[in-house]
């Protein structure tokens, strides 16, 4: 499995080459330069695609939010419940006088400690209780937050510059306005508010790690890809390409450097960072307003410093919960990987269905997109990094 992976790693920097880009190129143009590229589609022709792709992209949103937001910040927040149930067996009394008065007598007392399933264990469940306490639109608690929190942040981007320290600078100084999403998100129905900047401080810390943590993410992978220089080394992968046992295992770990160095800042800094900030943030919740699972704020004493807030915060993070967000994200993966592919298959089906010109003029156009997209992917965020 290894040397497949590898050889199709391989395979894809020997296609990403100047012949390659220039076919991309030429492939953009193909639309512009046909036939149809000065007629435009006719719309009722391809509405049933239209349709089918807005319906897929609605849904793919829905589970990102739902799944990605509303489950998973539970999931970081929700602590093991526990009931302690006391019963007391008192002694059997006979017609006889007791030699002890009854008050004074020992009565058994029987404990039964039952640990309860977290709620959000389960996708099903979880989706299950959200409905439960705030009705079927419970599934997107906090959407109207997380527009205005966004809008927020492209604006002050776009004002002062789309760079990595204005892109922090803005999530650190946008920290309350995300606060208040999360409460939307955690609280009961209709008691979440935002609460008085002055409280807002110990925020500042965890903010601005995950922001950095987010921009690491992005920025540490292709660092890594371009210290291994895997975009100047065409010969070696070449040799490597023809099974050269050596230069195929270097080369196979130089490429797998990547993907691991991604895999390993998400994992281990920026996941327990984001639930680190989402705890804190329930944490101060007011003391009226309770979350809508079970949530130990323990670790958040008075008194604490934002730095001592933060590293308890962090270490209450455990394993346990750890593993439960995991698998919240990988079930949304999974979700959203099948109905991408469903729905590709029903356009699919739909484009030859309709045949004729629409069908060759469509052909093209995908050709076309697809090419612009992979070129831009290359420049912006893929192996041209490197």
Not at 48 to 54: A, D, F, H
Not at 83 to 110: C, F, G, Q, S
Not at 159 to 179: E, K, N, Q, Y
Not at 361 to 384: C, F, I, K, P, V
Request: aromatic share 8%; charged share 15%; proline share 5%.
């Amino acid at each position: 499995m290894l040397g497949h992976v590898v050889r199709r790693g391989m395979a894809h920097l020997q296609d990403v080459s100047p012949e390659y880009v220039a076919k991309l190129e030429e492939d953009s143009q193909l639309y512009a330069n046909s036939d149809y590229g000065m007629v435009l589609i006719d719309p009722r022709a391809v509405l049933p695609v239209l349709i089918t792709s807005t319906v897929v992209f609605v849904i793919l949103a829905s589970i990102q939010y739902t799944h990605g937001q509303v489950v998973a910040s539970l999931a970081m927040i929700e602590s093991p419940s526990s009931n302690l149930i006391v019963k007391r067996n008192e002694p059997a009394y006979t017609d006889e006088k007791p030699l002890i008065p009854a008050p004074e007598l020992d009565a058994d007392v029987e404990l039964t400690l039952i640990n309860h399933k977290p709620i959000t264990a389960s996708l099903c469940g979880t989706l299950v209780h959200l409905r439960r306490v705030g009705g079927w639109f419970a599934h997107w608690r906090g959407l109207h937050i997380s527009i205005l929190y966004m809008i927020l942040h492209a604006a002050f981007t776009h004002i002062f510059g789309a760079s990595r320290l204005i892109s922090i600078a803005g999530c650190v100084l946008l920290s309350p306005v995300h606060m208040l999403w999360t409460h939307s998100i955690i609280a009961l129905p209709r008691t979440a508010r935002l609460i008085h900047l002055k409280q807002c401080t110990p925020l500042v810390l965890p903010t601005l790690i995950v922001a950095l943590a987010q921009q690491a993410t992005c920025f540490l992978p292709s660092l890594v890809g371009s210290l291994l220089d895997l975009r100047s080394s065409p010969e070696k992968v070449w040799i490597a390409a023809q099974g050269e046992p050596l230069a195929l295992t270097l080369m196979g770990l130089r490429i797998l450097a990547v993907p691991f160095t991604f895999a390993v800042i998400a994992l281990f800094v920026l996941l327990p960072a984001a639930a680190t900030l989402t705890r804190i943030e329930a944490a101060l919740l007011p003391a009226d307003v309770h979350t809508i699972v079970p949530f130990d704020d323990s670790f958040a004493m008075a008194g604490l410093s934002s730095k001592a807030l933060f590293v308890a915060a962090w270490r209450s993070f455990d394993r346990a919960a750890r593993l439960r967000v995991l698998k919240v994200y990988a079930k949304m993966l999974f979700v959203q990987f099948a109905i991408l592919l469903t729905g590709t298959a029903v356009m699919t089906a739909e484009v030859y269905v309709i045949g004729g010109d629409t069908k060759s003029r469509l052909t093209l156009a995908y050709t076309s997109a697809r090419a612009l997209l992979e070129l831009d992917a290359l420049e912006h965020n893929g192996l041209y990094w490197f």
